[in-house]
């Protein structure tokens, strides 16, 4: 028998400065990390430059010191690892999984918006070309452990999807499975904006013969007009000056029990018993 550690991540990507909604994703990972004595980790995923935004990286381990996210090891960063994405790509080829893909995106709107494989024989070079990989065994579901079953849009499981793009960038979903295996991350939990993907994440484990890790979705935070915070709608900065009450109001939100006294104890203190107070089923799933 084997156990092996709990080792769970936050994986912000530098387009902006951490809001209340991201810092839902950290504080709640990192919470289900420290209740099971596992790690925590940090990694940058900065492999999208022309989103990124100079000096937000900085800001976002700025602002998990100062709300007390303390992580372990070292921040990896996805600009750091583009030859272990070279190097699954070139698995990928090599099995014959992946062909380059010349379509526009009007086409694909045209057809109904998922790819149809039209290009999968049609033996084209790597000039002006997006790689697909070819889906041969798709995910129709996975068990979320907050939210039971999952049952993915079927359009989306059987889609050849992106892993390689045109203009030269690696995709999302290769360089996360890449960078989440490397890091022996054992359990993935992320906002749920992130369900969707999720079935590409798995067939690309089995296809690598990976460890497939459990999954948490935490709910979003939505604004008043019910869209999810984010960067894109203006989300307001999380204030500066004492983190504490952005800690309760992140507590309150993830339904955790109430700290009493909260006020007055030192932030290490209110982390240590929101760890020790932590109920992943007390979390309402909410809308996704
Ligand atoms: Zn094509």
Redesign the pocket.
Known sequence: MTTSRYIGRFAPSPSGELHFGSLIAALGSYLQARAQRGLWLVRIEDIDPPREVPGAATTILQQLEHYGLHWDGEVLWQSQRHEAYREALSFLQQQGLSYY???TRS?IQQIGGY?D???RT?N?GPENAAL?FVQHHPVLSFEDKLRGKLIADENLAREDFIIHRRDGLFAYNLAVVVDDNYQGVSEIVRGADLIEPTVRQISLYQQFGWTVPDYVHLPLVLNENGAKLSKQNHAPALAQGDPRPVIHAALTFLNQPIIAGWQDLKLSELLRLAVQNWSLPAVVPGSS
């Open positions: 893909c010349t379509c086409r790819y494989g039209h290009c049609l084209h697909r």
